[in-house]
Each structure stands twice: as C-alpha cells, then as structure tokens.
C-alpha cells in the first residue's frame, strides 16, 4: 500500500510539473504575441500620424497661399479705390472753382442788369414825361379817352353780340325746358302725402298737462332745451303738438314725452333723464328700421353702419318726402327695370337705397350728400360697382356704369310724382337748418335750436368759455350775421341762454 500511495504522489508531482510547464510555454507564447501586436499598432499609428502631418502642413501651405493672393487681391482693389478716390477729389476741386467763377459772373450778370433795369425805367419814365408833355394830358387821361374811343367805335358791335349769346342761350333753355316737362308727362304717378312739421302727441289725461307745464313753466323749458324742439299746449283737449323742422328730434321728443307721462315724476332732472333714455332707444330703433329696409329689397350684407344710417334717413326729409321711403321706392323701381335689361338687379337695388346715404349725415358735416355718401361707402368696404351707380344720380360723376343711369332714372320717376315733394316746405326746412348752421359756426356755442317757425333762434353756450357780458355781445354778433346771409319776413328773435351748473359727488 505504502508503494502504491508513493507511486500515486509521484505521478501527481509529475503531472502538475507538466501542467506548470505547459502553461508557462503558452502564456510566454501569448506575451510574445502581444507584443508583437503592440509594436504592429505603435508601427501603424507612427505612419498614420506622420500621413495626417503632411496631410495638414500641405493644407496649412494652401491657405497661407490662398490668404496671400486675397490680401494681394484687397491691396491692388485699395489701390484702385484711391486712385478713384484721389481722381474724384480733384475733379469736385475743379468743379468747386467753375462753380466759384460762374457765381462771381452771376453776381456780375446780375448788378449790370440792375444797372440796365434802371437805366430802362428811367427811360421809360423819361418817354412818358415827354408824351405827356406833347399829348397835352397824363397817361391815365389817355387810357381813359382810348376805352371812350374804343366804346364809341365797337359799341354797337359788343351790344350786338350780348344779344347773340342772350339769344343763343334762351332757344338753349327752353329746348332743355322742353325735354323735361315732355319727360316729365310720361313718368307715371302715384299718390304720397309729404312729412310735415309737427307731431301730435295724444294724452290720456287732460290732467297732465299742467305736470309737463309745471311751476312757471320750468318743466315745458327744460323738455324744450332738451329735445330742441317746441311743444304747443293749447285748448285742444287731450293734445300737445310737437313742432320741429327736424322729424328725429321731434321723435325723440315724443318718445321722452311718453316715457315722463308713465314714469309720472315730470321735473328737470328727470327730463333730462329721459331725454337720453329715448336718445338711445331711437339708436335701437332706427338700426331695426335699417335692417327692415334691407330686407324689404333683398339685401342681406350690408354692413352694420351702414344699416344704422339707413335707418337714420327715415328721420330725414327732401322737399317734404320721407328720405328712405323715396329710397325704398327707388329700389324696387331700379330693379324692376335693370331686370328688364338685362343688368345686375342686386347692383341698383342696392345703388337706389344708398343713393341718398349721405343725407344722413349731411347736417353734421361739411359736404355734399353725394361726396359724403361715396366717403361713407368707400369707408365701410361697399363695392366699388355700388358706388358707380349711386353717385351719378345728380350728374356731380360720369355715368360709369348701366346702373348708374338707372339709378338716375328711378330718381327722377319716385321724386316727379305728384304729391311727392313740397318746395315750399323744404325752402322753409332750409331756413331754419341755415339758422342753426350760422349760429353754431361760432366756437363757444354747444347748442342750437330754431323753434318758433323760425322767428326765434335759441342759443345755448359753453359757460366755462364765454362770460355774461360775452353773451350778450354773442347775441348781437349771430343777430348781424343773420341778418347779412339771409332773407326772412318780419324778425328774428335770438335767445343767447348760459346756464352755469356746478357738480360734486359727496362720498
């Protein structure tokens, strides 16, 4: 047994001397191998580096050369642009000194011809001396003889001539007279009664009158100031009339009217109150009126604006005919006819009922209805085809378009009709818009009212601008200019009133 064990630990010796030495030739095999791949790698990376050195020094020298050429490139262009420079510089010299010479023989130029026009004057006057020395009478004698002489001689000529041009004119006249009244007769008619001048409010209660009087009459004062209309309270049971040229004032006075009577507490303050609740409502209404309007003839995109004015001329007359009742009736017509020509129906429908858009407006501001009216379109984005119709309807612009002249004849047939249109109610509407006008011309009045029927003008200032005295002097101003731009029966009364109100707020 104990030879056995000692073979087997002999055996075990060898072996592990064997394996010891395996391994040791194989890793020693593997160390040699390694660090041949490391030289390989340090051989590799040498050559690479030294490749990507010259690769770098070649474009190193090609941009240096590069930057070389560019600066010799910048230099010659430096040289050019100062040779340039220096060539200019001595050119504006040359031409700063002919600027200098030709100045000094301006100037020169200038004292001879002074000189000479002396000299020529002096002449002149000299000759005129003489002539009037030998001709026995002065200059301005002469003239006078020569325009007697020339009268004398062609007298009969220019009289003769006058008479021509009268003549001419008249045969003129009454051919054009002729084409109207012949128009005229074939242009159908149909029944309207004119927009007059008051309104007639009706009361429940005859009681109520005295309220809307009041104490000394302070109520009916401060309800006229307000509205800037006149408010007659007679005998007539149940009735108080509403006078004013302007129809939208006396609605708005009618409405405020009505308002007091149901609120039942008529005194100043209220009034006032009032007054501007109806102010807004008739903004209400005649946006409504205006979008009724629309509809009526079909139109659907109409701006809002321009519906607010539409609706405005409901309020406003021409020669005693409703505004917008005219246009209305001038748009059906309109498109009855451009549907029988074979135009655009929606073009003068619409060119009808905004003919007259400017009337809306034409109290506040300087213009005629027709400018106004194309101002207002423009303004608000109608179509341009719109406003060729429209503003042809007074021949102010040439007939652009075939809408044009059938807005124009639509005009002529809604306004011709019998009972359309009263002169002499618009000749009266004139006179008190042109008393207001003159009246409100002067930069301290805020207000003002024709009332009366015209025989009194009543003036309400700023107090914060004029004084008592100021007012009185105002009064006097505005009753001479009345009395210079206008013609009127009997007389005027012109009623300058300040009213000075202080107001705080106790908090």
């Known amino acids: 047994m104990s030879y056995t064990a000692l073979a087997i630990a002999g ?50 020298a090609a941009l240096l050369e590069e930057v070389k050429k560019e600066e010799r490139e910048v230099k010659l262009q430096l040289g050019k642009n100062e040779e340039r420079l220096l060539a200019r510089e001595s050119d504006l010299a040359r031409e700063a000194r002919e600027l200098k010479d030709k100045e000094a023989h301006l100037t020169r130029e200038t004292e001879r011809l002074k000189k000479l ?50 003549h001419e004119k008249k045969e003129e006249i009454e051919r054009k007279s002729m084409e109207i009244m012949t128009t005229a007769i074939q242009r159908y008619a149909r029944s309207h009664v004119a927009d007059v001048t008051t309104s007639v409010f009706q009361l429940k209660d005859e009681d109520i009158k005295g309220k809307i009087i009041g104490r000394e009459g302070r109520n009916i004062r401060a309800l006229e100031r307000a509205t800037g209309v006149e408010f007659v309270i007679d ?9 004013s040229f302007d129809p ?31 102010k807004m409502e008739m903004d209400k209404r005649m946006y409504e009126i205006g979008e009724q309007a629309a509809y009526e003839i079909g139109v659907y995109d109409l701006p809002k604006e321009i519906i607010q004015l539409v609706g405005r001329l409901n309020f406003r007359t021409s020669f005693g005919q409703n505004v917008l009742t005219h246009s209305l009736e001038m748009a059906h017509i309109s498109g009855i006819i451009a549907a029988e020509l074979g135009v655009s129906v929606d073009i003068a429908k619409r060119g009808a009922l905004l003919h007259d858009i400017g009337k809306a407006i034409d109290h506040e501001v300087e213009g005629t209805h027709v400018e106004l009216g194309r101002k207002i379109l423009k303004k608000y984005g109608v179509n341009d085809a719109v406003i060729a119709a429209m503003q042809s309807h007074h021949e102010e612009y040439p007939f652009e378009t075939p809408e044009s002249f059938i807005v124009t004849a639509a005009d002529a047939l809604s306004a011709a009709r019998p009972g359309a249109r009263r002169g002499t109610v618009e000749n009266y509407i004139k006179r008190l818009g042109d008393l207001e006008r003159i009246a409100k011309e002067f930069p301290v009045v805020k207000d003002a009212y024709a009332i009366s029927a015209g025989r009194e003008l009543r003036v309400f200032v700023t107090p914060e601008k004029i004084d008592d005295f100021g007012a009185l002097q105002l009064a006097r ?14 007389e005027i009364k012109v009623n300058v009133i300040r009213e000075m109100r202080a107001v705080e707020y106790a908090r």
């Open 477 to 490: 101003d505005i009753a001479h200019k009345v009395e210079t731009q206008m013609q009127y029966p009997g």
């Open 248 to 278: 939208l004032r006396r609605e708005i006075a009618r409405l405020a009217l009505d308002k007091l009577i149901r609120d039942g507490r008529i005194q100043p303050a209220k009034i006032e109150e009032k007054v501007e609740e109806a």
């Open 235 to 243: 005998e007539t049971p149940d009735t108080i009339i509403i006078s």
């Open 11 to 60: 055996g075990l010796l060898v072996g592990a001397a064997l394996g010891y030495s395996v391994r040791y030739f194989l890793a020693l095999r593997r160390k040699n191998s390694a660090e041949r791949e490391v030289l390989l790698a340090t051989e590799e990376a040498k050559v690479k580096s030294n490749e990507i050195v010259l690769e770098a020094q070649k474009r190193a």
């Open 117 to 166: 026009e002396e000299d020529v004057r002096e002449i002149r006057e000299k000759a005129v001396v003489e002539l009037e020395k030998v001709a026995g009478f002065s200059a301005k004698e002469a003239k006078e003889q020569l325009l007697v002489d020339l009268k004398t001689v062609y007298g009969q000529d220019i009289i003769r001539l006058v008479q021509k041009l009268e």
